[in-house]
């Protein structure tokens, strides 16, 4: 039951183009490049999926393969985070009532700037979900909603 209905859910990955690895940015350049046009109207969905390269590598700071699609933001700087504003502006216009659409933030893992996401989603009514022994800031917080269970 879960595989079936794990088809109709949207996960949007998003991070920036200078935090992937040099392999990973070489091999999407190399895809995509070829696309004169970008997207058109006879583009198949086949143009669009990733080099299949990047999908099976080891590599941590690559594609997550579970994500649906991957926004990559680029700022021309190698290395770093992206803000939280960005990810923000595209949330609030996805999820708008227009557009039917609900967003949910899971927290897997996490660095600093995870601290503003939740407190942004949070400001936006927006509910979080924060995976426990996933690694980083996400166990920090959720050892500290374990001891203080009342929050």
Same mark, same amino acid.
């Given at each position: 039951?879960?595989?079936r $209905?794990s088809?109709?859910i949207? /996960?949007i990955g998003l991070?920036?183009?200078?935090? $992937?690895? %040099?392999?990973?940015?070489?091999?999407?350049?190399?895809?995509?490049t070829?696309?004169?046009n970008g997207?058109?109207?006879?583009a198949? !969905?086949?143009?669009y999926? &990733?080099?299949?390269?990047?999908l099976?590598?080891?590599?941590t700071?690559t594609? !997550?393969?579970?994500?649906?699609?991957? $926004?990559?933001?680029?700022?021309?700087?190698?290395d770093?985070y992206?803000?939280?504003?960005q990810?923000?502006? &595209? *949330?609030?216009e996805? /999820?708008n009532? !227009?557009n039917?659409?609900?967003? @949910?933030?899971v927290? +897997? !893992?996490g660095?600093?700037?995870? $601290?503003d @996401?939740i407190?942004?989603?949070?400001?936006?009514?927006r %509910?979080? *979900?924060?995976?426990?022994?996933s =690694?980083?800031?996400a166990? +920090?917080? /959720?050892?500290?909603?374990e001891?203080? %269970?009342? =929050?």
């Open positions: 039951m879960l595989n $209905l088809k109709d949207v /996960s991070t920036k183009w200078g935090t $992937l690895t %040099p392999r990973t940015r070489d091999l999407l350049s190399e895809k995509f070829q696309q004169e997207i058109t109207d006879d198949n !969905e086949e143009d999926k &990733f080099p299949r390269e990047i099976t590598t080891t590599d700071q594609i !997550e393969p579970h994500h649906t699609y991957m $926004l990559l933001f680029d700022d021309g700087e190698l770093g992206i803000g939280d504003q990810r923000l502006k &595209f *949330v609030q996805a /999820s009532n !227009e039917k659409c609900y967003a @949910v933030t927290i +897997v !893992e660095g600093i700037n995870t $601290l @996401v407190l942004n989603d949070l400001e936006d009514n %509910p979080v *979900v924060i995976i426990d022994g =690694g980083r800031m166990d +920090v917080l /959720s050892d500290l909603l001891q203080n %269970p009342d =929050g």
